[in-house]
């Protein structure tokens, strides 16, 4: 059968496109760590057992959650909105950011701070509006500026996910997923300290970095590695202040944000399962490419499965929460408040309450 000239131009300029148009940044190539054996995790707890849901005012993707002084439930939204949520006034919004809020957390004076994706590290200002602190580095602007975690004197940790493929250009949500594609090893750990405007650059070359909190001692930070599946500890006081090493490897999907339990441990999201197609690629940057110059609807997606960890001191799992069907899914972390834990999402419009363990 004669194939017609204009459908084999049209084939050519496909796979002309798909192995040639520039991409910005070539992947890289990287060995992922196998998954701990199921046999070395804890049974899977159903995640939807005792589980409900606090719908949201508006919009969706409650990223993360913080509790203030007083004990409301702070929120910030896919939209750009800040939100409070108590017992007894329910949803009262804060305001707007003008970017796209992701980790937030409150000082000891009941300053909230916001690690926005496109605006940069911001102070929430009494008069129900943000004020910038940092938008970059010596380097040049932030890319992607996602969590944080504020110390007891006031010093502000805080993570750029990715410096390759900013927020501010690509979205969140596919700016999450182009940077996972290529590795671009491109998202650093900063310190910064309102008081004397000192900035600290702790930890370079992540894959991604995501969720930091301080450890219950308050001797190192743990940040989320979510393009390697891992989690480092960074020591910032002691004699090994300055060092970082993997707190944990091998985790059975992307971790997001990472948080203290009220009664020791810490609470990781995991934001989706492990692709075993996206694995298999880590050594064949060219595909990865290819895939990378696809559609957005054509690429893999991530899918529908609700996960949350509860880890150790050690970073040893103690307890895995699992929903196969998704319930409450894209899971990014939870925060202990009292006798509640509140789940967050990427995607939902809700966040999801567990009873406290």
């Not at 200002?125 to 010596?138: F, H, I, M, N, Y």
């Not at 909190?213 to 002691?238: A, F, K």
Request: proline share 8%.
């Amino acid at each position: 059968m004669k194939v017609p000239v204009w459908l084999l131009s049209v084939l050519v300029a496909v796979m002309a496109y798909l192995a040639l148009w520039p991409v910005p940044m070539s992947a890289q190539r990287w060995g992922p760590v196998d998954a701990v054996n199921s046999d070395q995790l804890p049974g899977p707890e159903p995640l939807d057992y005792g589980l409900t849901t606090l719908p949201l005012p508006q919009s969706q993707g409650p990223e993360d959650v913080a509790v203030s002084p007083d004990g409301q439930i702070t929120t910030g939204l896919a939209d750009g909105t800040l939100w409070q949520w108590s017992e007894s006034a329910g949803w009262q919004m804060l305001g707007h950011t003008g970017g796209r809020p992701l980790g937030l957390d409150y000082s000891s004076d009941g300053t909230l701070y916001i690690a926005d994706a496109i605006k940069g590290l911001l102070r929430w200002q009494p008069d129900g509006t943000a004020r910038t602190l940092l938008t970059g580095d010596e380097l040049g602007p932030f890319g992607f500026v996602d969590d944080l975690a504020v110390d007891p004197r006031g010093q502000i940790y805080f993570t750029d996910a990715s410096r390759r493929f900013p927020a501010q250009r690509f979205g969140v949500a596919d700016g999450g997923v182009r940077d996972l594609l290529a590795h671009s090893q491109s998202g650093s750990l900063y310190r910064f300290d309102p008081a004397s405007g000192q900035l600290d650059t702790l930890m370079t070359g992540l894959s991604f970095a995501n969720g930091v909190t301080l450890s219950h001692d308050g001797n190192s930070v743990l940040v989320c590695e979510t393009g390697r599946y891992r989690i480092w500890r960074h020591q910032i006081s002691g004699s090994q202040a300055g060092q970082s090493s993997i707190w944990i490897d091998g985790l059975p999907g992307f971790p997001d944000n990472i948080s203290r339990a009220e009664n020791g441990g810490y609470w990781v999201g995991l934001v989706a399962p492990r692709d075993g197609l996206l694995d298999a690629l880590a050594p064949y940057p060219a595909l990865r490419d290819v895939i990378r110059r696809l559609p957005a609807a054509l690429r893999p997606a991530a899918k529908r499965h609700g996960q949350l960890l509860w880890l150790n001191e050690n970073g040893a799992i103690g307890r895995h929460f699992d929903d196969p069907k998704g319930t409450f899914a894209f899971i990014t972390g939870a925060e202990h408040a009292g006798d509640r834990v509140y789940l967050t999402s990427l995607h939902e419009p809700a966040l999801a309450i567990l009873p406290a363990p």
